[in-house]
């Protein structure tokens, strides 16, 4: 079997994990997490940026109460499925 070399391109890996494409796919995750976990008075809301290596996007509670309901239920850790339709 013949010997196999292979070179990461890092920068092309960089830019790819930047894309509007990357950010618009994880934002399209964070989305339907939150409007799954959001009920009555209780949002959520994205927050999305590109940082120096990647694009992120989190799902943050949108207030006192919900961050206490949060913390007391978990909401999140069980929606997390949703993200991957």
């Not at 890092?10 to 997490?33: F, N, P, Y």
């Not at 999305?48 to 007391?72: F, M, P």
């Amino acid at each position: 079997m013949a010997n196999v070399t292979v070179r990461i391109n890092r920068a092309g890996i960089v830019r790819i994990l930047r894309s509007d494409r990357v950010l618009a796919d994880l934002v399209r995750r964070a989305q339907a997490v939150a409007d799954a976990t959001s009920a009555g008075d209780l949002t959520y809301e994205v927050r999305s940026d590109i940082g120096r290596q990647r694009a992120r996007a989190a799902v943050i509670a949108a207030g006192a109460r919900t961050n206490a309901h949060e913390l007391a239920h978990h909401d999140l850790a069980r929606t997390i499925d949703h993200a991957r339709r």
